[in-house]
């Protein structure tokens, strides 16, 4: 009877060291495959970050873009506009011009 109980004791922890021995080998295998699918989360994020970053960067660009050209077409027209007044006003100007001209050759005279 000693010897079964042994033998009963002796194949239990048997048992258990196979039961801990497979449980050890799984938790292992879950820890790996853990630490992949967390390496490919991150990888995922950092394109998912970098391609929202050139996203960014080209909406920048187009607006600034956008803007310079507003820029230049209001500094075309504001330039248009005094170039028309300067036109406007160029034969009142030379005529002014030419009669104080006048007006001082004949103070010389």
């Keep these: 009877m000693k010897t079964e109980v042994l033998k009963s004791i002796r ?4 048992e258990y060291q196979s039961r801990i021995s497979t449980v050890m080998a799984e938790r292992k295998r879950n820890l790996s495959d853990s ?26 660009r187009q607006q ?7 820029i230049v077409r209001e500094g075309e027209r504001k330039a248009a506009d005094l170039k028309a007044k300067g036109s406007n006003n160029l ?3 030379v005529e002014l011009l030419v009669s104080r001209f006048k007006e001082k050759l004949h103070v010389f005279a």
């Design 11 to 14: 194949a239990t922890e048997e």
């Design 35 to 60: 630490e992949l699918e967390a390496g490919n989360i991150v990888m995922k994020a950092t394109a998912n970050a970098d391609e929202y970053k050139k996203m960014r960067l080209a909406e920048a």
């Design 64 to 70: 600034a873009e956008r803007k310079h050209a507003e």
């Design 91 to 93: 034969n009142p100007a």
